[in-house]
T-cell receptor, first 113, second 114 residues
Framework: GESVGLHLPTLSVQEGDNSIINCAYS??????FIWYKQESGKGPQFIID?????DKRQGQRVTVLLNKTVKHLSLQIAATQPGDSAVYFC????????????FGKGTLLTVNP | DTGVSQDPRHKITKRGQNVTFRCDPISEHNRLYWYRQTLGQGPEFLTYFQNEAQLEKSRLLSDRFSAERPKGSFSTLEIQRTEQGDSAMYLC????????????FGPGTRLLVL
């Protein structure tokens, strides 16, 4: 069936480096994508979103890139800090009035001081 | 705090017992969602409401599960005759109606069925 997946389950970076977390999706009808950060024992925290009519969106220290040709989504975190350590999930929303989100398995980001 | 709240945060119960969880969404949000998350996995959609109407239910939501949102504000999720496989984090989220926007999640209710 349709699914959202992540290429790498873990990512370890040095403090101050840039991080890139990747996500592949297979539902070509998906029209909205979200990145969430989840710390241990907490609910997912919204980071940034992007609609399918865009290919790039920037926030504070974060950038999301969407490549619809290859169905790929990435989250770039600039100047990664220890507080960025968490599991990151991409989620997709199917097109039209389908409002449920489909999540990937997640990538564990560890930032080393 | 004006975010999504959930109660209780933790619940331990014995197999066969019934449990009920409550979710209070962000006040102006009229869409409310329930998800379930097991260890090492992403959240899985269970059901969602627009105001008081339950508009979609996942196949994961067996007949032992029931969700309500009687006045279009808070919601409850009840699990009857709990099984060990029901052990998970139950997450509630809410969003505004209209153009696509993010779903904001609560802290979750961690359920352990012994």
């Amino acid at each position: 069936g349709e699914s959202v997946g992540l290429h790498l389950p873990t990512l370890s970076v040095q403090e101050g480096d840039n991080s890139i977390i990747n996500c592949a999706y297979s539902n070509s009808a998906s029209d909205y994508f979200i990145w969430y950060k989840q710390e241990s024992g907490k609910g997912p925290q919204f980071i940034i979103d992007i609609r399918s009519n865009m290919d790039k969106r920037q926030g504070q220290r974060v950038t999301v890139l969407l490549n619809k040709t290859v169905k790929h989504l990435s989250l770039q975190i600039a100047a990664t800090q220890p507080g960025d350590s968490a599991v990151y999930f991409c989620a997709e929303k199917g097109g039209g009035s389908n409002y449920k989100l489909t999540f990937g398995k997640g990538t564990l980001l560890t930032v080393n001081p | 705090d004006t975010g999504v709240s959930q109660d209780p945060r933790h619940k331990i119960t014995k197999r066969g017992q019934n449990v009920t969880f409550r979710c209070d969404p962000i006040s102006e949000h009229n869409r409310l969602y329930w998800y379930r998350q097991t260890l090492g996995q992403g959240p899985e959609f269970l059901t969602y409401f627009q105001n008081e109407a339950q508009l979609e239910k996942s196949r994961l939501l067996s007949d032992r599960f029931s969700a309500e949102r009687p006045k279009g504000s808070f919601s409850t999720l009840e699990i009857q005759r709990t099984e060990q496989g029901d052990s998970a984090m139950y997450l509630c989220a809410s969003s505004l109606q209209g153009a696509d926007g993010p779903q904001y999640f609560g802290p979750g209710t961690r359920l352990l069925v012994l």
